[in-house]
């Protein structure tokens, strides 16, 4: 079992700044690529963006491209996602994944592991 809990959501003007945290414990974190999803009202969930076990590879949705920026510090059992220049369309909850196959963690489906949430909310 692997336990994610994510913290860092707020509230934030639209231009504005967030970074999101996930803390991993239980089964050794380095084994497991991670990802990053969110979830708006009365939305599907949607993948924003996902690192390898090693942090050597990372991937993006188009819509944050340039603006996110994943991270992981095995050392810490960590990952992050810094958020720069917040649109209110960014605005949704935010969960973190893992997971040890790259395709499950970016398309979702079959994630072995979920967070709880943090929610972040962008003001015009």
């Known amino acids: 079992q692997v336990q994610l809990v994510e913290s860092g959501g707020g509230l934030v003007q639209a231009g504005g700044s967030l970074k999101l945290s996930c803390a991993a414990s239980?089964?050794?974190?380095?084994?497991?690529?991670m990802g990053w999803f969110r979830q708006a009202p009365g939305k599907e969930r949607e993948f924003v963006a996902a690192i390898s076990w090693s942090g050597g590879s990372t991937y993006y949705a188009d819509s944050v491209k340039g603006r996110f920026t994943i991270s992981r510090d095995n050392a810490k059992d960590t990952v992050y996602l810094q958020m720069k220049g917040l649109k209110p369309e960014d605005t949704a909850a935010y969960y973190c994944?893992?997971?040890?196959?790259?395709?499950?963690?970016?398309?979702?489906?079959?994630?072995?592991?979920w967070g709880q949430g943090t929610q972040v909310t962008v003001s015009s």
């Open positions: 994944a893992a997971d040890r196959e790259w395709s499950d963690v970016i398309s979702g489906g079959g994630v072995n592991y």
């Open positions: 239980g089964r050794t974190f380095s084994f497991y690529a």
